[in-house]
Nanobody
Framework: QVQLVDSGGGLVQAGGSLRLSCAASGRIFSSYGMGWFRQAPGKEREFVAAIRRSGGSGYYADFVKGRFTISRDNAKNTVYLQMDSLKPEDTAVYHC???????????????????WGQGTQVTVSS
């Protein structure tokens, strides 16, 4: 199995930036695709971004495209989410997750991910 630990959340003003990290242990990190999801109070968990096991370009929900960047460093067993131009509506608990993506597929729903971090709170003030 894979154990994931999220970190990097905090309080930031609108227009500011945060960088979330997700450290993995257990199985070989490079075997898994990684995703970020978020959940605000009273709302369903929603897809934010994902990246293939080999890295490269990320895949994004429309509401963060152009503002957030997902990346990974397999040597450090870590995936990142750089969050720029933050908006109050970005306020949520952010979770990283791991899955085995088939070739040519990116998972965009929570049920497709087997392993989850504990979550890190991001709060954006107006």
């Amino acid at each position: 199995q894979v154990q994931l630990v999220d970190s990097g959340g905090g309080l930031v003003q609108a227009g500011g930036s945060l960088r979330l990290s997700c450290a993995a242990s257990g199985r070989i990190f490079s075997s898994y695709g990684m995703g970020w999801f978020r959940q605000a109070p009273g709302k369903e968990r929603e897809f934010v971004a994902a990246i293939r096991r080999s890295g490269g370009s990320g895949y994004y929900a429309d509401f963060v495209k152009g503002r957030f960047t997902i990346s990974r460093d397999n040597a450090k067993n870590t995936v990142y989410l750089q969050m720029d131009s933050l908006k109050p509506e970005d306020t949520a608990v952010y979770h990283c997750a791991a899955a085995e993506f088939p070739a040519g597929v990116i998972f965009r729903t929570s049920r497709q991910y087997a392993y989850w971090g504990q979550g890190t709170q991001v709060t954006v003030s107006s």
